[in-house]
């Protein structure tokens, strides 16, 4: 009995330690699938991509790597707008057009908390859906729960991928 609580006890301070010794914030990295069934209404077309973004520490820059493929018409726009995903919302950002979408959005401190809560999406809009014919919103590619216990957790998943 006293064997295993110096043992727990040894495990925590462990970790307290290991807590301790890590960097304040890092880097925050998000993901997007983009395809018509993301819509406001879902459209049965063939194109799809994908984006990674990286949100700085200071939470100030979001860069962005976003391509696509197979659209139905020639792409017109492409914007980050501000709704949740069974939304439609207003445009907070163009982007360049093109299949490959690389760059940094300057993005705006009241933003961040909607990036965070996944209501911000990437919309490609083309001659054919004027609206919109690919949608992703973007969501954290490693989500934390919100106690401690979960991101002691999250750490430990980090270190195993090392």
Sequence with gaps: MIYRSLVKMAAVTALFALVAGLPAAADTTFI??????????????PGSGSAI???????????????????????????????GPRDNGPIHFGLPLGTSKI??????????????????YINIHTDVYITGELRGNIQNAAPVENTTWGRIKHLFSLESRR
């Design 103 to 120: 760059g940094v959005w300057d993005i705006p401190s009241g933003m961040v908390p909607e990036l965070f809560a996944g209501r911000i």
């Design 53 to 83: 973004l990286v949100l700085n520490t200071a939470q100030t820059q979001l860069s962005f790597d976003i391509r696509y493929r197979d659209l139905i018409g020639q792409e017109t726009d492409a914007h980050f707008h501000n709704a």
């Design 32 to 45: 997007a699938m983009l395809d018509g069934a993301q819509n406001v209404p879902p459209l049965p077309v």
